[in-house]
């Protein structure tokens, strides 16, 4: 099969599948899908090129560059000689853009999701306590630094069970 048989709707489609193994490297149970930083994927035929489209968390976040060549190395790996990742800082991500899947996700990896966009974060906003404890799900905690290993994450500790844990904030 020659390359120009095949359309840019399966090359688009092929190339979201090897996506879905880009990782966020500071939360590897998170693809770039799910944490909504994936904005786009465009096949553009009369230069042979992919295109990608990403938004970072917030910018300036290192791990950006990460993820930028991680994308490229999977989908050259998968066959996608001309790959190109364009960064979008607008629409600016909000923690709105997590996908229900990887608010469970973060909970399983121990880390306290943001809110769901509804009331709760104007909740949360205000009222950082009823933040719950990823692991006995308390709802007594404290902040014990606003920063943890990343800028994108606070320090918490639960006053029950005393186990710390992140949590990743809402921009
Ligand atoms: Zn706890």
């Known amino acids: ?50 295109e990608v489209v990403i938004t970072p968390t917030y910018s300036g976040c290192p791990a950006m560059d990460v993820i930028a060549l991680n994308i490229r190395a999977v989908l050259q790996q998968g066959g996608f000689e001309h790959v190109r990742v364009i960064t979008a800082l607008s629409p600016a991500w909000t923690t709105d853009w997590l996908s229900s899947e990887a608010r469970e996700k973060l909970r399983a990896f121990g880390i306290a999701p943001p809110a769901e966009p509804t009331a709760d974060k104007r909740a949360l906003l205000g009222e950082r306590r009823i933040l719950q404890c990823p692991h006995c799900h308390s709802a007594n905690t404290e902040m014990i630094a606003p920063f943890a290993s990343t800028a994108c994450k606070a320090m918490f500790r639960c006053l029950d069970c005393l186990e710390p844990f992140e949590y990743f904030k809402c921009h």
């Open 1 to 50: 099969m020659t390359s120009a048989s095949v359309s840019g709707t399966e090359r688009i489609e092929a190339a979201r599948r090897l996506l879905e193994r880009v990782c966020d490297p500071e939360i590897p149970v998170l693809t770039v899908a799910d944490l909504g930083i994936l904005r786009d994927v465009r096949w553009l035929e009369e230069e042979q090129l992919l």
